[in-house]
């Protein structure tokens, strides 16, 4: 089935555009790490064909967002267990939070998503389990004007796609090929 690297360019492409509109895809929530040696589950928000970008978004006061700054090298894991597809992004990330880009993605998000930024700071110590969120805004979409403190807190987060390494597991042979933005080479799995 895989047997032409353009395709598999295209399969990869693919796949991050369901993965980015589909909340049922299984690669809607890739494994994101950072160069500090840790990981974690990020929703995938966008996935541009042409610049390959991948969007997230994320709390700008919350302790990745200072290991990556505006520029580190970072990775992204996506997994389909069905199809037994795994590809591995090499890439440089970034944080932006006053971008057009941020704005864009703000005035994208529902009001009940916005909500998640009036919390306080991911990573705060509590004597008791805590959503983190202000007692008034437990259990309420909030109003726009109630959300205007929250925009602060809100940033993206931008990885550029350096490299994809798609893995096809297959009873037939597995198949492995390192894409990068002007290469593509078949490599053994
Ligand atoms: C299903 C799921 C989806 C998540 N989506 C996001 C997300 O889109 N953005 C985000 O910043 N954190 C998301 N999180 C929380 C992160 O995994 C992580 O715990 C949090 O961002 C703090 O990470 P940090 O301490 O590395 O900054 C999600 C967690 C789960 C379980």
């Known amino acids: 089935m895989y047997d032409d690297l353009d395709k598999v360019r295209a399969d990869i492409a693919d796949r991050f555009c369901i993965a980015a509109s589909s909340r049922k895809s299984p690669m809607h929530s890739p494994v994101v790490v950072t160069h500090d040696a840790d990981a974690r589950i ?22 990745k967002t200072a290991v990556i700054g505006d520029g580190a090298p970072m990775a992204v894991l996506f997994y ?41 700071p991911p990573g705060e110590t509590r004597a008791e389990p805590s959503s983190g969120l202000p007692d008034w805004a437990e259990g309420i979409q909030p109003t726009d004007e109630q959300l205007v403190p929250a925009r602060e807190h809100f940033a993206v987060l931008v990885v550029k796609v350096e490299e994809a390494d798609w893995y096809w597991l297959s009873n037939e042979g597995h198949r492995r090929a390192l894409i990068g933005r002007d290469t593509a080479s078949w490599i053994t799995p």
């Not at 990020?42 to 997230?56: A, K, V």
């Not at 006053?98 to 919390?119: I, T």
Request: charged content about 35%; some cysteine; hydrophobic content about 35%.
């Open 42 to 63: 990020m929703i995938l928000r966008e996935f541009d064909c042409d610049d390959w970008t991948l969007r997230f978004h994320t709390d700008a006061r919350s302790p």
């Open 80 to 120: 389909d267990p069905e199809e037994k597809v795994q590809i591995r992004v090499r890439g440089t990330g970034r944080i932006e939070t006053r971008s057009a880009l941020a704005d864009v993605a703000w005035n994208e998000s529902s009001n009940f998503a916005r909500r998640c930024y009036l919390g306080a």
